[in-house]
């Protein structure tokens, strides 16, 4: 009789404890689900690429298939604002995004840098030119990328954090664009090899600056490896002769597989 009281009692324990647990969840979940969320950032949060492009959001060409509408999407928050826009620097993230932002704001998703470094002109560079000229080019934005990012995106993480003091800030890096160990027609390895250095660099320095301001830093390039340019099931366009700005951008199944889960395992 006691051995059946005692596991009576140890199961009462359990079910409280499971109780209290799912309870904690739910009321994080509620909290989670009761801010509001701002979308910032370039292209690769716009989700060009991804198709299926919003009307209204014109040349900014932000995605329903982008991993920021697919957030909200399924979590349903009390405001969500859609502001990144294909083009976009840290400068024009500054001038033309925040104003959504508030000490009501929950949570901040953002993808800056990349167009500060000029990565669309080392791509079309390594594409049409040499190996030579192209190394030159990316040793260029390299250069940029040392000495005069870190500035950019600490004006940048200073402006978010005071404008929004109380929301969680998810910095999303950028996928490596190639898979060098694959046999693949077009880019030389050497180029290939350069340009995936270049893009570590990116994170690398995007991830110090972001951790300098306490934001979180969401790695894409674990989900995307695997799904590079040059593997059998790519999540990125290589060059796309009829839409050309959507060249070396997420497709779909790059948002939803490789950039929703990082925000998601960040929010």
């Given at each position: 009789?006691?051995?059946?009281?005692?596991?009576?009692?140890?199961?009462?324990?359990?079910?409280?404890?499971?109780?209290?647990?799912?309870?904690?969840?739910?009321?994080?979940?509620?909290?989670?689900?009761?801010?509001?969320?701002?979308?910032?950032?370039?292209?690769?949060?716009?989700?060009?690429?991804?198709?299926?492009?919003?009307?209204?959001?014109?040349?900014?060409?932000?995605?329903?298939?982008?991993?920021?509408?697919?957030?909200?999407?399924?979590?349903?928050?009390?405001?969500?604002?859609?502001?990144?826009?294909?083009?976009?620097?840290?400068?024009?993230?500054?001038?033309?995004?925040?104003?959504?932002?508030?000490?009501?704001?929950?949570?901040?998703?953002?993808?800056?840098?990349?167009?500060?470094?000029?990565?669309?002109?080392?791509?079309?560079?390594?594409?049409?030119?040499?190996?030579?000229?192209?190394?030159?080019?990316?040793?260029?934005?390299?250069?940029y990328?040392?000495?005069?990012?870190?500035?950019?995106?600490?004006?940048?993480?200073?402006?978010?954090?005071n404008?929004?003091?109380?929301?969680?800030?998810?910095?999303?890096?950028?996928?490596?664009?190639?898979?060098?160990?694959?046999?693949?027609?077009?880019?030389?390895?050497?180029?290939?090899?350069?340009?995936?250095?270049?893009?570590?660099?990116?994170?690398?320095?995007?991830?110090?600056?972001?951790?300098?301001?306490?934001?979180?830093?969401?790695?894409?390039?674990?989900?995307?490896?695997?799904?590079?340019?040059?593997?059998?099931?790519?999540?990125?366009?290589?060059?796309?002769?009829?839409?050309?700005g959507?060249?070396?951008?997420?497709?779909?199944?790059?948002?939803?597989?490789?950039?929703?889960?990082?925000?998601?395992?960040?929010?």
């Open positions: 009789m006691r051995r059946v009281r005692a596991s009576a009692v140890v199961s009462s324990f359990l079910l409280a404890v499971t109780l209290a647990l799912t309870g904690a969840a739910a009321a994080q979940a509620s909290t989670q689900a009761a801010g509001a969320y701002v979308a910032l950032g370039d292209s690769y949060s716009s989700g060009v690429g991804a198709g299926s492009y919003q009307t209204s959001s014109g040349t900014c060409k932000r995605s329903n298939l982008a991993y920021p509408q697919l957030w909200a999407n399924a979590n349903q928050p009390s405001g969500f604002s859609f502001m990144a826009c294909s083009g976009a620097t840290t400068s024009s993230v500054r001038s033309t995004q925040l104003a959504p932002l508030n000490s009501s704001t929950a949570l901040v998703s953002v993808s800056a840098g990349g167009n500060d470094a000029g990565f669309a002109d080392v791509m079309q560079t390594c594409v049409i030119s040499s190996d030579t000229t192209c190394l030159n080019r990316i040793a260029t934005a390299r250069n990328i040392t000495s005069t990012l870190p500035g950019n995106l600490n004006a940048l993480y200073a402006d978010i954090r404008r929004a003091p109380n929301a969680r800030v998810v910095v999303m890096g950028y996928p490596k664009f190639y898979n060098v160990a694959a046999i693949c027609a077009g880019l030389s390895d050497t180029k290939r090899t350069a340009i995936n250095q270049a893009a570590d660099l990116l994170n690398s320095t995007t991830s110090g600056r972001a951790a300098a301001y306490g934001f979180r830093f969401g790695d894409v390039r674990p989900p995307f490896t695997g799904h590079e340019l040059c593997s059998g099931d790519s999540w990125l366009h290589s060059v796309n002769v009829t839409s050309i959507e060249s070396y951008h997420p497709k779909a199944a790059g948002q939803s597989g490789g950039y929703l889960p990082v925000l998601n395992a960040n929010d």
